[in-house]
C-alpha cells in the first residue's frame, strides 16, 4: 500500500506575473530604506563641504536623494506598504545592520 500524494501547486500566469510585481516592489521600497539609512552619515559628513549636492552625490554614488529621504534617514512619507528592517534585512538589502532611534 502506497502514501498518496498531492500533485504540485502550479500557480497561474497571472499568479506569476502578480508575485512578481510584488517582488520588484518590495526591492524598490527595500533599496529606498537602505538608501535612506545610509544618507543620515553622508548628510553630517558633507554638512561642511563647499559643495553639499556634490558631495552627497560623490559619497552617495548616486544623485542626492533629499526628495525621499529625511535628515535623520527615515523614509519620507513612508508609503503604507512600506516592508520592515526586518523583512528588508531578510531580503539582504542592507549590509550593516542599520540602528535605529
Known amino acids: ?3 498518496w500524494t498531492a500533485p504540485a501547486y502550479k500557480p497561474t500566469q497571472e499568479e506569476k506575473a502578480r508575485s ?6 518590495t526591492e524598490f521600497l ?6 535612506c539609512v545610509q544618507y543620515a ?4 559628513q558633507c554638512a561642511v563641504a563647499g559643495n553639499f549636492s556634490s558631495c552627497v552625490a560623490i559619497k552617495m554614488g548616486g544623485p542626492d536623494p533629499t ?3 529625511t535628515p535623520d534617514g527615515q523614509v519620507a512619507h513612508p508609503p503604507p506598504d512600506l516592508p520592515t528592517v526586518a523583512d528588508c534585512l531578510l531580503r539582504g538589502y542592507f549590509k550593516v545592520i542599520p ?3
Open 20 to 25: 512578481q510585481a510584488a517582488a520588484a516592489g
Open 30 to 35: 527595500c533599496g529606498m530604506r537602505s538608501t
Open 67 to 69: 526628495d525621499y529621504c
Open 41 to 44: 552619515p553622508v548628510r553630517q
Open 99 to 101: 540602528i535605529f532611534r
Open 1 to 3: 500500500m502506497g502514501i
